[in-house]
């Protein structure tokens, strides 16, 4: 890879799609994976040196002199290289690694599938590659090893709340790729059924090992997840329950009369109509479900009064149920929907309106339209049913 954005994370996401950092504003620590980026040979996850809140680590005082610290529901992660603090401590590597050695220790290795090696230590010039600078992805391609990461010290600044802090950074990764990653089938697929998918199955484990993509899972005993799913007022779902591990099940939501199906929440986003989702584990999912408000649509003209949108225009609503309609004087609005609703007038019962068609309103007395319009200045009603003009009073 040549430049930062060779490498297109917006199917991944990264820590500068996560807090709204424009494309003239990426560099290699924001335009980093926001989970790992990589994995040392201890088998902890390599985390970017940058937080959730775009500083480096060390700035909050969030890791130990390690490097490592627990993340919220996140496990045990690296975050900084804890030999840089103390190369002789108990770290993942340490000064006695380097004797009778012509490179710095394997240390671990990154998504893009580069490998990891310690820093350069000024005791060991004359290793190979060590004349070698590093580019701003913390890698070099020197001799016969290949493009390669190295753990490096730098002196940076960062700024959180209103402080600016200066101080010597020691890198693990800084987080952006120098590998290419857009080619990578599934790449940081975080599932744990690669192995059975046929897809990625070729892709796991050694050609030849007993790794194997075909599995007799006959008189196995799959594991058994719950699917609970929470509902607000205003309709149900069905397709919850227990299912076993890897089975796709589909979620559907019902609206009850008066209300519509608004979206997902919990361990589900969107608003799909019907969900389709694989059980992996123990999923705690809610529906929820808006009541139908032809009035939502309305434009408040100050003082109580309000306008629709189409022909129907003016009305005056009260803090009880009746409105005032400027010219169809006090109307009583029931089974409201999204776009029609039921009228009761005193003197001429209920009449149904539908947005799209006023001023034509059925009468249901009569079981035939009217047709509302001022005649000469004056609220009227055309019956159709009796081919006249009716004066509104």
């Not at 190979?128 to 493009?147: E, I, K, N, P, T």
């Not at 019902?254 to 389709?276: E, I, K, Q, R, V």
């Amino acid at each position: 890879m040549d430049t930062l954005l060779d490498n297109d994370l917006s199917s991944y996401n990264s820590l500068a799609q996560d807090a709204g950092v424009s494309t003239a504003e990426y560099d290699v620590y924001n335009y980093a994976s926001y989970s790992a980026s990589g994995v040392a040979v201890d088998g902890v996850k390599i985390y970017p040196s940058y937080n959730n809140t775009l500083v480096f680590a060390p700035v909050n005082a969030e890791i130990t002199s390690t490097g490592v610290h627990v993340g919220r529901g996140m496990g045990l992660h690296y975050h900084a290289d804890g030999h840089g603090y103390n190369g002789s401590g108990v770290n993942l590597y340490n000064l006695e690694d380097y004797e009778g050695r012509s490179h710095p220790p394997v240390i671990g290795f990154a998504m893009d599938g580069m490998a990891i090696y310690g820093k350069y230590e000024s005791g060991h010039s004359s290793m190979d590659g060590y004349g070698d600078a590093l580019d701003d992805f913390g890698s070099h391609d020197h001799d016969d090893y290949g493009r390669h990461y190295h753990t490096f010290s730098k002196q940076v600044s960062s700024e959180s709340k209103g402080q600016t802090t200066s101080f010597t950074q020691h890198f693990y990764m800084v987080g952006a790729y120098r590998g290419k990653i857009n080619e990578i089938p599934d790449f940081q697929n975080g599932g744990t059924n690669q192995l059975k998918d046929a897809t990625l199955g070729k892709y796991v484990g050694v050609d030849g090992s007993y790794v194997t993509t075909t599995f007799d899972i006959s008189g196995s005993t799959l594991a058994t997840y719950l699917v609970t799913v929470s509902e607000t007022v205003g309709g149900s779902v069905a397709g919850g329950g227990s299912h076993e591990s890897g089975t796709t099940i589909t979620l559907t939501p019902t609206a009850d009369s008066g209300y519509a199906f608004s979206g997902w929440g919990g361990d589900a986003a969107g608003s799909s109509n019907p969900l389709t989702l694989t059980v992996d584990g123990n999923l705690t999912i809610s529906a929820g479900f808006a009541a139908n408000d032809l009035w939502s649509a309305a434009s408040s003209l100050g003082n109580g009064w309000y306008s629709l949108s189409g022909l129907f225009g003016t009305y005056y609503a009260s803090n009880a149920t009746w409105i005032y309609h400027q010219g169809m004087g006090w109307l009583y609005p029931a089974n409201e929907g999204q776009t029609s609703v039921w009228f009761y007038m005193s003197g001429r019962g209920w009449l149904y309106m539908e947005t799209e068609q006023f001023p034509y309103l059925y009468d249901h007395n009569a079981g035939d339209w009217v047709y509302y319009a001022e005649i000469n200045d004056q609220p009227s009603l055309y019956e159709y049913a009796n081919q006249a003009w009716v004066l509104i009073e």
